[in-house]
């Protein structure tokens, strides 16, 4: 079992930069490959960025958000960066054991990122 509790999630102006974090629990985290989804209100959830023994990114964050994970920590970061208004939404951090695309086991609650414009 694994719990996810996100953070960093706030207001910034179109262009600006925020950092989440997501911090786990658990001895095995780093055995975990990890994920950042985000919903969109009316949307669908998507795929934003995974991390297991390399990176993967949506081609709508690429160049702009980098995921990286200290385990020492037992933490999963996302660095966004030139965020634009339609960044904005809920965004999950989840823990699974296959694929960094995917699927997912767990997931936390959420934090909001707002942009505005």
């Known amino acids: 079992q694994v719990q996810l509790v996100e953070s960093g999630g706030g207001l910034v102006q179109a262009g600006g930069s925020l950092r989440l974090s997501c911090a786990a629990s658990g001895r095995t985290f780093s055995s975990y490959v990890m994920g950042w989804f985000r919903q969109a209100p009316r949307k669908e959830r998507e795929f934003v960025a995974g991390i297991s023994w390399k990176t993967y990114y949506a081609d709508s964050v690429k160049g702009r958000f980098t995921i990286s994970r200290d385990n020492a920590k037992n933490t999963v970061y996302l660095q966004m960066n030139s965020l634009k208004p339609e960044d904005a939404a809920v965004y999950y951090c989840?823990?699974?054991?296959?694929?960094?695309?995917?699927?997912?086991?767990?997931w936390g609650q959420g934090t909001q990122v707002t942009v505005s414009s």
């Open positions: 989840a823990a699974g054991r296959t694929f960094a695309t995917g699927p997912y086991e767990y």
